[in-house]
């Protein structure tokens, strides 16, 4: 079945939108939230856009909304459509000034926050037609469902309809104050930093993280060692102005201590050391290709690209 609807007015094209995003979040009532809308007002909209092509679009079963033929037929030939044109509205508009842009960015990892972060004043800058919204969060990333338009996370995606760019990897480097040093001593080897003060890490569930496969960059070994402490924490912030104090050694994203490595706050332990590796991707909706989102897609491949 073909469709070839007469549109009797915008608000059938609005209603053609409001389904293709409904699909693609699959929930009225996180379409509703992101639309500033209801719940009964999507129903609405959607039972109206049913009279008008005379076809029953959706159902609802105990799994959620399930598309019947007719829907996904209807689906699949207007989602490309309406995508395009809204990207064909958002690109009149920042062209012609009238509107602001309001691109909501996904931070799921502390380094990938310390590395971005200080570098958004100078964007926002040089970007006036730019706002940004951004969330920092523990969860996976799904950007339809959660109405983001990038991210920047340590997990791929599984939707193939994402675009993902590797940006850098980031290593778990053990730390320490030069006064803890003084009084504790310089460890010389793996052993003896295994029987140092050594703050622990806490799981997002907050379970103790006491087993680490390290890795030895001159030898190429990964060695799993085990190393209980009596301090544990869940922000690797927080340890790192606990390890500047001089009573404890901290693990930290290498990204996250170059300012106190250069100021002479924090010195590297075993630099040849790493506990952990973490990827970091640029997630992007591969059929969201706004202008303004393509400038922050690019400034965030930049500012990665200098560390």
Not at 6 to 20: C, G, P, Q, T
Not at 49 to 60: F, H, I, N, T
Not at 160 to 166: A, D, G, K, T
């Amino acid at each position: 079945m073909h469709f070839t609807p007469k549109f009797e007015s915008d608000s059938m094209l609005d209603d053609i939108a409001l389904f293709v995003k409904l699909v693609d979040v699959g929930s009225f009532s996180q379409v509703a939230k992101l639309t500033n809308s209801t719940q009964a007002t999507i129903s609405r909209r959607i039972q109206n856009l049913e009279a008008d092509l005379g076809v029953v679009v959706l159902k609802r079963n105990q799994r959620g909304l399930v598309m019947t033929d007719e829907g996904r037929n209807l689906y699949e030939q207007v989602k490309s459509s309406v995508n395009t044109l809204q990207n064909v509205w958002q690109e009149l508009y920042e062209q012609n000034g009238i509107l602001r842009t309001t691109l909501r960015l996904a931070l799921t990892t502390e380094s990938a926050r310390d590395v971005i972060l200080q570098h958004l004043p100078k964007f926002l800058q040089e970007n006036p037609n730019i706002k940004l919204h951004i969330t920092f969060t523990t969860q996976q990333i799904h950007l339809i469902k959660q109405n983001y338009d990038l991210a920047i996370t340590s997990e791929l995606p599984s939707s193939s309809i994402h675009n993902v760019i590797l940006l850098r990897k980031f290593h778990l480097k053990a730390y320490a104050s030069p006064n803890y040093i003084v009084k504790y001593g310089n460890p010389q080897n793996l052993a003896e930093l295994l029987q140092h003060r050594c703050i622990g890490s806490l799981g997002f569930d907050g379970s103790e993280q006491d087993t680490y496969q390290v890795y030895h960059a001159e030898s190429s070994q990964n060695i799993v060692v085990t190393h209980p402490s009596n301090l544990y924490m869940d922000t690797t912030s927080h340890a790192i102005e606990l390890a500047k104090s001089g009573e404890y050694i901290t693990g930290a994203w290498d990204s996250m201590v170059q300012n106190e490595l250069a100021r002479g706050e924090l010195v590297s332990i075993l630099p040849e050391l790493s506990f952990v590796e973490l990827p970091c991707y640029l997630v992007r909706n591969s059929e969201r290709k706004s202008k303004q989102e393509q400038i922050l897609a690019k400034f965030i491949e930049q500012v990665f690209a200098s560390y």
